[in-house]
């Protein structure tokens, strides 16, 4: 079986108005290991060099480093090296998918621990209330008696041809009824609106972050979000498990995407996050760039990171 070979580089650079003397960072950019994804290498170069590291697993199974900087600066350069093996998902045919009102009973009736893990994932949470307006806009996908994935890939669709790709026109704080109105955002934004449709029907929606390949297949198209970290969806079928959509490409993920973590919403996620002494203002850069480079057997490959 074959699969795609990744290189990563995801460098974030803070430049400060005036000296940090001391800061503590959350940091989420190891790719996860999966049964499709196999990390086989990964390191953080960090400038300047902390007064400590530590790391571990998060609820979500995500892996988390907690780094300590002391002394004053007034840059923070961090750079993130993975290389990551990803294979190709299994797409379900559409028959495959029981009707979406019986995912819902079943998230609401079966104490699995299987089906109460995903239930986990039918809430609001901090950055996807649950609103009307967002059950309004999904209904129309899913009338009575569809198949999931079927009523899923519409409203995949439907946001893809509803909402205009502006990576001026929202920020990380920009709540979700004002995307619903202007009908423009980036991935962040159109996974969120996704996952509150979804939730506010009762079907398991989580939010997955990582990235795309930046230079595609000669012929292929150039994804949306490439250039930055990536979101996209991914939500559960009993019998299936989790399966991945991505309402900004209008596709079901497969090799191009490298997964990062997965959470509720984008603050269970996001990539860097601190507290600081000091500082003041300061200004923000990320630059990513993922590189493809061939195929590879899996036989080949070895997890060691």
């Known amino acids: 079986m074959k699969t795609q070979l990744f290189d990563i580089t995801h460098t974030t650079t803070y430049d400060y108005r005036s000296p940090v003397t001391v800061a503590h960072h959350l940091m ?18 960090l400038q300047p060099a902390p007064a400590s590291l530590s790391s571990h697993t998060d ?23 993975s290389r990551v093996a990803v294979g190709a998902a299994y797409i379900p045919d559409a028959a495959e998918t029981p009707a979406w009102e019986s995912v ?22 901090p950055l996807v209330p649950l609103d009307t307006p967002c059950t309004d806009y999904a209904r129309e996908s899913f009338p009575a008696g569809r198949n999931l994935l079927e009523a899923v890939l519409d409203l995949t669709a439907r946001i893809h041809r509803d909402f205009e790709f502006d990576p001026t026109a929202t920020t990380v704080a920009t709540p979700l009824a004002q995307v619903l109105e202007q009908r423009r955002g980036v991935c962040q934004d159109f996974a969120h609106l996704q996952i509150a449709c979804l939730r506010s029907l009762g079907l398991p929606a ?4 990582g990235y795309l390949e ?45 997964t990062l973590g997965w959470g509720r919403d984008y603050g269970d996620v996001s990539p ?4 600081l002494v000091g500082g003041e203002e300061h200004t923000l850069n990320v630059a990513v760039d993922v590189v493809a480079l061939g195929e590879v057997d899996d036989e080949t490959l070895r997890d060691d990171a």
């Not at 989420?28 to 953080?44: D, F, M, T, W, Y």
């Not at 012929?219 to 490439?226: E, I, R, T």
């Not at 860097?272 to 507290?275: K, P």
Request: glycine letters at 8%; charged letters at 20%.
């Open 28 to 45: 989420r950019l190891a790719p996860r290991r999966l049964r499709r994804q196999s990390r086989l290498a990964h390191a953080l170069d």
């Open 59 to 81: 609820y979500f199974g995500n892996e988390t480093a907690f780094i300590i900087f002391e002394g004053a600066h007034r840059q923070l350069r961090v750079t993130a090296r």
């Open 272 to 275: 860097i996050r601190g507290v």
């Open 206 to 209: 989580r939010y997955v972050s």
């Open 214 to 258: 930046t230079v595609p297949h000669p012929g292929l198209p150039k994804l949306l979000g490439a250039d930055a970290s990536h979101a996209w969806v991914s939500f559960f079928c009993p019998g299936l498990g989790w399966i991945d959509v991505d309402p900004t490409n209008n596709l079901l993920p497969s090799m191009q995407h490298i």
């Open 104 to 125: 819902r009973n079943l998230c609401r009736t079966d104490l699995s621990a299987r089906i109460l893990e995903a239930g986990e994932f039918t809430f609001g949470s």
